[in-house]
Nanobody, 127 residues
């Protein structure tokens, strides 16, 4: 399984970026896909995730209303649209995947629940 994240860069506060994560080596629609971020000196934290074909997205409270996670199962790709970015959101953003194990499931928010990780893409938000 490979996850390749892209789309990071330098943006001013209030700006937008769209991250992409292309997955290979897995049955994409059978996986929950999530985005995490890790700022220097901090723990890696859950940002957003969604599962399957019609999964309800889950967001950390701090990004609700500004970030949107989506997926295109035909392209094996998950996206994270980030609007109104804040300097404190500067971090390396990682995509992660874990298989859907039951018909009824919740998107995990703990790092340990994810089996596969991409290498991350750096987002820098200037003030």
């Amino acid at each position: 399984v490979q996850l390749q994240a892209s789309g990071g860069g330098l943006v001013q506060a209030g700006g937008s970026l769209r991250l992409s994560c292309a997955a290979s080596g897995l049955i994409f629609s059978s996986y929950i896909m999530a985005w995490f971020r890790q700022a220097p000196g901090k723990e890696r934290e859950f940002v957003a995730g969604m599962g399957g074909s019609r999964g309800e997205p889950l967001y950390v409270d701090s990004v609700k209303g500004r970030f949107t996670v989506s997926r295109d199962n035909a392209k094996n790709t998950v996206y994270l649209q980030m609007n109104n970015l804040k300097p404190e959101e500067s971090a390396v953003y990682y995509c992660a995947a874990t298989p859907i194990r039951s018909i009824i499931y919740q998107v995990p928010t703990q790092r340990a629940n994810y089996n596969y990780w991409g290498h991350g893409t750096l987002v820098t938000v200037s003030s």
